[in-house]
């Protein structure tokens, strides 16, 4: 089996004007990511995932990465991530080229399993068939009392656990953390983002309303070139394990994090960081520092089933975000929706990730190749 061609599609959904959330960055007026297909000589496609700048996105992939790997024997995954590195090294090695290179590795890893009929956990040694799993949303609103509603929802949709968002004012936040956790109860997993928005001198003060109300992380206080601010804050932390690593890229960015000790908890994206590869390595890197892995999701379905089958496949990995703010590139991307029970989410058991795509879905949201991407705020990326 040879690869044959790889391509990109990408997509983009705007959301409702009643439907946009303010976040740090502003409005959040609609969602982003691309799809990578490598298709084999043998009639197989092997489907991947990268959350990126989608324009060049597609010139790493298609104009420099794919005709390279064009003939090469897919399964040789491994190899293949090593040539795409030493390929991008030189303008890569964090940014799009890392997360480029991670789409055609998750869609290898695709192709690996159905060659073997195997899941992709399966194929990385894992037993387990769910994952802890929470809902990541509670944006800023308005009035806190929205917060409670929202969180309510969560649980009536049966996640156990959930994610919000801070860092806007410390009136603000300690209000809407209270509304929150009075509406979820002390039994169940409260993390808190910080946006990157805190100073030292703040995310100090807010440590002992943290610490009230039984927060599981304290997620980016800072931004992730601070590495110096999150070392600074330990002493403080009361023991709250503070996480990062949505913005970081490959082992040499993450080892720069857990060396430092900067955090307890490190957020690989396999869509982002170099792929299941890659964060497979991070994850176990991790593991022998006594570190937790809980990777970040926040764009598609096919990269939130390649970083389930992260979790399933690394016993130090704690959980699995989903996000919640109705964006249908999770919710209707895929012909069968992933399951979620008491908490969890099954590892799909299907060869490969185990998933199929959404053809009309895919229709409805493609940039046409050549239209520039619509101005809008991305949640990550703004274009004008």
Known sequence: MRIRDITVTNLQFEYPPERRFRYAGGVCT??????VKVRTDEGLTGLGSVYSHPDLTRTVVENHLGPALAGRNPLDVEGIWDLCYRLTRWYGRKGVAMSALGGIDIALWDLRGKAEGKSISELAGATCDAVPAYASGLLWKAHTRELAEEAERHLAHGFEAMKMRLGRSRDYDSSALIAVRDAIGCERRLMI??????????AQAMMPRFEDAGIFWLEEPFAPEDLGLFVALRPATRGIPVAAGENEFG??????????????????????????????????QAGTLGLKVAPHTW?????????????????????????????????????????????????????????????????RYEIPRGTPIPAGNYSDMLFW
């Open 30 to 35: 609609g969602r982003l990511t691309s799809l």
């Open 193 to 202: 983002d910080g946006n990157a928005r805190y100073t030292l001198r703040e």
């Open 251 to 284: 082992m040499q960015g993450f080892r720069e994090l857990m060396d430092s000790g900067a955090v307890q908890v490190v957020q690989p994206d396999c869509c982002r960081c170099g792929g299941f590869t890659e964060a497979r390595r991070i994850g176990q």
């Open 299 to 363: 764009s598609d379905a096919v990269a939130l089933t390649a970083n389930i089958h992260l979790v399933a496949s690394l016993p130090n990995a704690v959980t699995v975000e989903v996000d919640q703010t109705g964006n249908p590139l999770i919710d209707d991307l895929l012909t069968r929706p992933l399951n979620l029970r008491d908490g969890e989410m099954r590892v799909p058991t299907g060869p490969g990730l185990g998933v199929e795509l959404n053809e009309d879905i895919v229709a």
